[in-house]
């Protein structure tokens, strides 16, 4: 009997340890998240929360919702990122613009009131920060790049522009937008997301202006544009081998012009085999 009363006894003792433990490492934390209606706080409240993980629980009125999470087991910026990819600004992440577009039209919020908190160049230091504590889930996505597509059919475009092929460069743009639209938001890391939805804009509408036209001067003129939001995606995810950044200083006018080579090498891309060595490695970009 006194056995069975010890036992008891370190049980509860056990019991109110794990219920401490579970109240030191509970958050609560009141963000703003942009959304108009009941089917909004539905879509967001199940994206944001997980069992035992975290929970949400958003106002359709004032446009605040009250996180409530396991800092052992998730963050702010986790719960708000998966609330992003389902389309709905946030005062970390934006939404994809084709999710966006993709909401019922009674939840298409106003975007002319997003909120530009934390997308921006400060929070971009975030790519060079320790993620250490993310979830296991997050470490084996990045693993796989899920950004490899896009990759290969930049490189693609980049060496029908050293051959001069205007029609190859345009058909290799056209298959550079198809990767990005096919790239699964939902496996980028954080870091990877953040930058990721920075450029995006601009890597459309470089890649869609080399698509429509067949005009190397105009493909190469927009070139140098992709380059450069390349490279910022470039420099945070995960690389299967080095790249080179390179610099032609006689391009662009005279201003010089960037571009990426997955061989050291030159080959320009903006002159071909008129000057085809011109230029020189900048930066070596490695795994």
Same mark, same amino acid.
């Given at each position: 009997?006194?056995?069975?009363?010890?036992?008891?006894?370190?049980?509860?003792?056990?019991?109110?340890?794990?219920?401490?433990?579970?109240?030191?490492?509970?958050?609560?934390?009141?963000?703003?998240?942009?959304?108009?209606?009941?089917?909004?706080?539905?879509?967001?409240?199940?994206?944001?929360?997980?069992?035992?993980?975290? $929970?949400?629980?958003?106002?359709?009125? !004032?446009?605040?919702?009250?996180?409530? %999470? *396991? =800092?052992?087991?998730?963050? /702010? @910026?986790?719960?708000?990122?998966?609330?992003?990819?389902?389309?709905?600004?946030?005062?970390?992440?934006?939404?994809?613009?084709?999710?966006?577009?993709?909401?019922?039209?009674?939840?298409?919020?106003?975007?002319?009131?997003?909120?530009?908190?934390?997308?921006?160049?400060?929070?971009?230091?975030?790519?060079?920060?320790?993620?250490?504590?993310?979830?296991? $889930?997050?470490?084996?996505?990045?693993? !796989?790049?899920?950004?490899?597509?896009? %990759? *290969? =059919?930049?490189?693609?475009? /980049? @060496?029908?522009?050293?051959?001069?092929?205007?029609?190859?460069?345009?058909?290799?743009?056209?298959?550079?937008?198809?990767?990005?639209?096919?790239?699964?938001?939902?496996?980028?890391?954080?870091?990877?997301?953040?930058?990721?939805?920075?450029?995006?804009?601009?890597?459309?509408?470089?890649?869609?202006?080399?698509?429509?036209?067949?005009?190397?001067?105009?493909?190469?003129?927009?070139?140098?544009?992709?380059?450069?939001?390349?490279?910022?995606?470039?420099?945070?995810?995960?690389?299967?081998?080095?790249?080179?950044?390179?610099?032609?200083?006689?391009?662009?006018?005279?201003?010089?012009?960037?571009?990426?080579?997955?061989?050291?090498?030159?080959?320009?891309?903006?002159?071909?085999?008129?000057?085809?060595?011109?230029?020189?490695?900048?930066?070596?970009?490695?795994?």
């Amino acid at each position: 009997m006194k056995s069975i009363k010890i036992i008891s006894l370190v049980l509860m003792a056990l019991s109110i340890t794990s219920s401490y433990a579970q109240s030191k490492n509970q958050k609560s934390e009141n963000v703003k998240i942009l959304g108009n209606c009941n089917m909004c706080k539905s879509t967001i409240e199940k994206a944001g929360t997980i069992d035992n993980e975290a $929970k949400v629980d958003w106002d359709k009125d !004032t446009k605040i919702a009250t996180l409530t %999470y *396991d =800092s052992l087991k998730t963050s /702010k @910026d986790d719960i708000l990122k998966r609330i992003a990819l389902v389309g709905y600004d946030n005062e970390s992440f934006l939404a994809p613009e084709d999710t966006y577009l993709n909401l019922p039209s009674c939840c298409q919020y106003d975007r002319a009131e997003q909120i530009s908190a934390n997308i921006d160049e400060s929070k971009s230091d975030m790519a060079f920060m320790d993620h250490s504590k993310h979830s296991n $889930k997050m470490i084996e996505v990045q693993e !796989t790049n899920p950004l490899s597509g896009v %990759y *290969d =059919s930049y490189f693609a475009i /980049k @060496d029908a522009l050293v051959k001069t092929d205007g029609v190859l460069a345009s058909t290799n743009a056209k298959m550079l937008l198809k990767t990005i639209n096919e790239v699964k938001m939902d496996q980028l890391s954080m870091d990877v997301h953040m930058v990721w939805m920075k450029v995006l804009k601009n890597l459309k509408e470089d890649a869609a202006t080399i698509a429509d036209t067949k005009v190397i001067g105009k493909q190469r003129g927009h070139f140098d544009s992709l380059s450069k939001n390349i490279y910022e995606i470039m420099k945070v995810s995960k690389q299967e081998s080095p790249t080179y950044y390179q610099f032609c200083p006689m391009a662009n006018n005279g201003k010089g012009a960037n571009w990426l080579s997955k061989e050291e090498t030159i080959k320009n891309p903006y002159y071909g085999s008129q000057m085809m060595s011109c230029g020189k490695t900048v930066e070596t970009i490695e795994e």
